[in-house]
């Protein structure tokens, strides 16, 4: 009953930028936080950032000073500014959202289906 949808991913060379955008539709009450979240084949799932309701952020050493995640409360929608991309930037990217739905009592959390981010050399 709640879809995440990502999009804006692509091939991109290194020194380049991408915007993620990733939009929240379905049985929402509430959102409690976005983010984003990436994953190479065969390891594990790793924070990129987060956003809370409030405006808080948390970022990933890696990235922090070249990504920059925002919101948009009123679109339900949370985006992702990747800037001076590396080769080691290539993953999948997940949109992750809690979400107190209408239909399911309490906080729950969700997951998109992924967007492929490919920085060449």
């Known amino acids: 009953q709640v879809q995440l949808v990502e999009s804006g991913g692509g091939l991109v060379q290194a020194g380049g930028s991408l915007r993620l955008s990733c939009a929240a539709s379905g049985s929402i009450f509430r959102i409690n936080y976005m983010g984003w979240y990436r994953q190479a084949p065969g390891k594990q799932r790793e924070l990129v950032a987060t956003?809370?309701?409030?405006?808080?952020?948390n970022y990933a050493d890696s990235v922090k000073g070249r990504f920059t995640i925002s919101r948009d409360n009123a679109k339900n929608t949370v985006y992702l500014q990747m800037n001076s991309l590396k080769p080691e930037d290539t993953d999948v990217y997940y949109c992750?959202?809690?979400?107190?739905?209408?239909?399911?009592?309490?906080?729950?959390?969700?997951w998109g289906k992924g967007t492929l981010v490919t920085v060449s050399s």
């Open positions: 956003i809370r309701r409030g405006g808080s952020t």
């Open positions: 992750n959202a809690g979400i107190l739905s209408t239909v399911i009592a309490g906080n729950r959390d969700y």
